[in-house]
């Protein structure tokens, strides 16, 4: 499965956007970018994912770029409650395992 | 939406017992489960993979006499850790997916093992 690189943090103004971005210059074809969040102490949660279409849920918004290489979680009104690690995850679509990354800590700020 | 339910949330041993962590699929069929294990302060890290009906595939370095599974049914996967030691502490987290194309893995809480 593609390696994908996430900023290790960000900060974001409680309200505002926050914009996470995710490269995977090597992804393939078929794979899917997933976009997972861990609160401290929880399991991941799932948030979003796509192949090649941007994509929205009541979450939030996952932008891929129309080669494919990076994408961006988008959530569009960041709250303190989404403060957490973000995971950004390829994998083919049969594919067995998600191997986590190191992720981006998000702070939203007050 | 799909819901893994993991049993016990945290569990206290001794060393050397064995301890038996549940996941459940609650409402859907998950032909594949996959078992995590995190420190603190580190992502988590795929320990093995468990198909219904057929052995684990555990991955580089993870003992699979140790770590024991059984996927006995498409909704319900066990993690036993045998014989603990202090350096099994840990948050385990099961995962588990149906078998649509594309589909993404749904998590449980985890498991907060601490052996003493």
């Known amino acids: 499965d593609a390696k994908t690189t996430q900023p290790p943090s960000m900060d974001c103004a409680e309200g505002r956007a926050a914009n996470l971005p995710c490269n995977h210059s090597?992804?393939?074809?078929?794979?899917?970018v997933y976009w997972y969040r861990q609160i401290h102490s929880q399991g991941p949660q799932y948030i979003i994912h796509?192949?090649?279409n941007n994509e929205t849920n009541e979450m939030a918004s996952l932008i891929i770029t129309e080669d494919r290489k990076s994408s961006t979680l988008i959530l569009p009104h960041a709250t303190l409650r989404d403060t957490a690690v973000y995971y950004c995850?390829?994998?083919?679509?049969?594919?067995?395992?998600?191997?986590f990354g190191t992720g981006t800590s998000l702070t939203v700020i007050p | 939406g799909a819901v893994v339910s993991q049993h016990p949330s945290w569990v206290i041993c001794k060393s050397g017992t064995s301890v038996k962590i549940e996941c459940r699929s609650l409402?859907?069929?998950?032909?594949?489960m996959f078992w995590y294990r995190q420190f603190p302060k580190q992502s988590l890290m795929l320990m093995a993979t468990?198909?219904?009906?057929?052995?684990?595939?555990?991955e580089q370095g993870v003992e699979k006499d140790k770590f024991l599974i059984n996927h006995a049914s498409l909704t319900l996967s066990t993690l036993t850790v045998t014989s603990a030691h202090p350096e099994d502490s840990s948050f385990y987290i099961c995962?588990?997916?149906?078998?649509?194309?594309?589909?993404?893995?749904?998590f449980g809480n985890g498991t907060r093992l601490t052996v003493t």
């Open positions: 995962s588990a997916r149906d078998g649509t194309a594309g589909s993404p893995l749904h």
């Open positions: 090597t992804i393939s074809g078929n794979e899917y």
């Open positions: 796509g192949l090649k």
């Open positions: 995850i390829v994998r083919v679509p049969f594919g067995n395992q998600f191997y």
């Open positions: 409402d859907f069929q998950a032909t594949t």
């Open positions: 468990s198909n219904e009906g057929s052995k684990a595939t555990y």
